[in-house]
T-cell receptor, first 114, second 111 residues
């Protein structure tokens, strides 16, 4: 399967714990995006990378959130000191570039914070 | 006010019906427009891009009116398999590449 992959698919954690998610984009896609989706809402943009450079962060991305893409390939999203409000689906997408290029989404990581 | 507003739905239609979804966006600097489809508990998938000239893909027709900042999607001859949530999506204008999604409109096509 050459699509976007995300791991883990599900994560249950207790409030206050740290969690880390991984995204592997489609190979040769130089842009990688993170979104968050809660029930009944559309996805909300969190951050995006062009190769290894993090070029934009949403104000939704509090200081408890950090994302990296160290070699311009896979990316990780870490949430420190999780809160119940962090419970959501975390979606990763990748694209080749250009203003009208298509973003392809991975299956998401569903986070539940107890 | 959300940047992308959609009819909340749900739309329940019989097979074979024609259904139309509407969407408005607030950022006049946006330049890219899309409809994505999302099945229950799955990731969004691109249905079609939307161009000023309008575009058609089989039973699906999308229209864009930049002056009114309005986007539409028409589905003709609805199939059971069209049941899903349809997300109106607009790029974030000046920042370029990140996407703003509407809340989605739920469609249920019944036999």
């Amino acid at each position: 399967d050459t699509g976007v992959s995300q791991n883990p698919r599900h994560k249950i954690t207790k409030r206050g714990q740290n969690v880390t998610f991984r995204c592997d984009p489609i190979s040769e896609h130089n842009r990688l995006y993170w979104y968050r989706q809660t029930l009944g809402q559309g996805p909300e943009f969190l951050t995006y990378f062009q190769n290894e450079a993090q070029l934009e962060k949403s104000r939704l991305l509090s200081d408890r959130f950090s994302a990296e893409r160290p070699k311009g390939s896979f990316s990780t999203l870490e949430i420190q000191r999780t809160e119940q409000g962090d419970s959501a689906m975390y979606l990763c997408a990748s694209s080749t570039g250009g203003l009208s290029d298509t973003q392809y989404f991975g299956p998401g990581t569903r986070l539940t914070v107890l | 006010r959300k940047e992308v507003e959609q009819d909340p739905g749900p739309f329940n239609v019989p097979e074979g019906a024609t259904v139309a979804f509407n969407c408005t966006y607030s950022n006049s600097a946006s330049q890219s427009f899309f409809w994505y489809r999302q099945d229950c508990r799955k990731e969004p998938k691109l249905l079609m891009s939307v161009y000023s000239s309008g575009n058609e893909d089989g039973r699906f027709t999308a229209q864009l009116n930049r002056a009114s900042q309005y986007i539409s999607l028409l589905i003709r001859d609805s199939k059971l398999s069209d049941s899903a949530t349809y997300l109106c999506v607009v790029n974030m204008g000046n920042s370029g590449y990140a996407l703003n999604f509407g809340k989605g409109t739920s469609l249920l096509v019944t036999p």
